[in-house]
């Protein structure tokens, strides 16, 4: 198994983690240390940011270029700005107290 299948399957095995398990599974799971499992779990947060953070690029190019106003949101989508607004600040603390 080659690292790129490594990292795959590592990626693959913390997705599932994450999707279907709560954590006194994740904590208790035997097969990685907690320092492996820490160190996995911030580099998957960095990819899924990166992520986000072209999707968030992309949209504000098009909402742009496209000359969208803020006006023209549906209330939903204001709302759920809103809200992802106040995650990022508190994924901000929480991404503060990792590295603390």
Request: aromatic letters at 4%.
């Amino acid at each position: 198994m080659n690292k790129k299948d490594l990292n795959i399957s590592t990626e693959t095995k913390i997705q599932k983690l994450l999707n279907e398990i709560s954590y006194g599974v994740f904590k208790n799971d035997t097969d990685d240390t907690p320092r492996k499992k820490v160190n996995r779990a911030i580099s998957e947060i960095n990819s899924k940011l990166l992520q986000i953070e072209r999707l968030a690029t992309h949209a504000s190019r098009l909402k742009q270029e496209a000359s969208v106003s803020s006006d023209n949101y549906w209330e939903e989508t204001k709302r759920k700005i809103n809200r992802i607004q106040e995650r990022i600040v508190r994924l901000g603390h929480k991404i503060k107290h990792l590295s603390s």
